[in-house]
């Protein structure tokens, strides 16, 4: 396949990673708001055990979202690089925020804002820098990547630290560590991608008319990933019943992310075809989506009102003035510690000068 086939694909995978974003962040509003015309009806809420849900069109409507935003996150890992693909998934937080402050009138701060713009800023240098992996159009080539000496190393200590993990380090830290849960999560997100992207190529097969339904690898590939995304599932949601939900999603998105970078570039050699520029690219591009993330959800709680801002930024005085005041404090802060004596002092001699 030419350079102009690869490219035609890399941009394939980018709009369905993009419209994937979109469905998803789109399908929690859907579903709040139809949580939220049961609650206006007085009837019983999804937590209270309730399922009057399953009656509301909008929470149906969020659910489908949810599917074709699913679907679409699948095919991406088919035509373009997981590097690209996983770090693009934090718009779905990004888009959930906005149409959440829109929609459903909940306030979006100033650092959930500037998360905002961080995001979208470390999406865009990581599109113009993702790197071009190496080729794998078919089961066949995937097989043997999948027999690379550096993948067997890598998957191997993925699962002894996960059993570490889950039989050892959880059941003495589970409960009083965040990272102890999120890190299985982590660890085992980047197999499932794998997974994903082998099923992807798979599928591409089918549609072409192979035979791929006689393949065991196809097959392998399935079973890998159901189990996979069960212990993702069970453990993300222990994390999530034990800690606030805005520590675990953080922590999960940059874990998650490093993990399936790393497991990428082992698997599919992403790294060794790119320049300097392109790697610092896309390292600097990765880091600016943590920072917005980390903005968006660790102080979406925190109050910031214009009270906080410095004077001359409220516009409530004169710059001029609010420098005095400022040299004002200042000078009060170089008074002497003990300035009642001082003060005492002072009175007595004038007192003394008075009766002199």
């Excluded at 779905?92 to 998360?115: M, P, R």
């Excluded at 190496?134 to 993948?151: Q, R, T």
């Excluded at 404090?329 to 008075?354: A, V, Y």
Aim: glycine share 10%; hydrophobic share 45%; charged share 15%.
């Amino acid at each position: 396949m030419g350079d102009g086939g690869v490219r035609g694909g890399f941009y394939v995978g980018l709009g369905l990673a993009l419209s994937s974003s979109a469905f998803i962040g789109s399908s929690f509003i859907l579903k709040k708001k139809g949580l939220l015309r049961l609650c206006r009806r007085g009837r019983a809420r999804a937590g209270q055990g309730g399922h009057a849900y399953l009656q509301e069109w909008l929470w149906w409507a969020g659910l489908l979202c949810m599917g074709i935003g699913e679907a679409a996150n699948f095919a991406a890992y088919a035509f373009a690089p997981a590097t690209l693909v996983t770090p693009l998934g934090a718009l779905s937080v990004l888009v959930s925020a906005v149409l959440s402050s829109v929609f459903l009138n909940e306030q979006l701060n100033v650092h959930g804002k500037i998360g905002c713009i961080l995001s979208i800023l470390g999406s865009t240098v990581m599109v113009i820098h993702a790197p071009q992996e190496e080729e794998v159009s078919s089961l066949e080539s995937m097989a043997e990547k999948l027999k690379d000496p550096g993948f067997i190393v890598f998957a191997a200590c993925v699962l002894v630290s996960s059993l570490l993990l889950i039989f050892v380090a959880g059941p003495r830290y589970g409960q009083s560590n965040v990272l102890v849960y999120v890190l299985v999560c982590s660890a085992i997100g980047s197999l499932s991608v794998s997974c994903v992207k082998g099923l992807g190529i798979a599928l591409k097969e089918l549609f072409s008319g192979k035979p791929v339904l006689k393949e065991p690898l196809g097959w392998v590939l399935l079973v890998c990933l159901v189990i996979c995304i069960s212990v993702q599932i069970n453990y993300l949601n222990k994390a999530l019943d034990i800690f606030n939900t805005s520590v675990v999603t953080p922590i999960y998105y940059v874990l998650f992310t490093t993990a399936v970078m790393t497991c990428s570039a082992i698997l599919f050699k992403e790294w060794q075809h790119m320049v300097l520029d392109n790697i610092i690219g896309t390292v600097s591009g990765f880091l600016t989506i943590v920072s917005g993330i980390f903005l968006l959800h660790a102080f979406r709680d925190v109050p910031f009102t214009p009270d906080l801002l410095p004077l001359f930024l409220q516009g409530r005085a004169d710059p001029h003035s609010s420098w005095r005041s400022a040299d004002q404090h200042q000078s009060c802060q170089h008074q002497p510690l003990l300035p009642s004596e001082d003060k005492g002092s002072r009175s007595t001699e004038e007192e003394e000068g008075e009766e002199g």
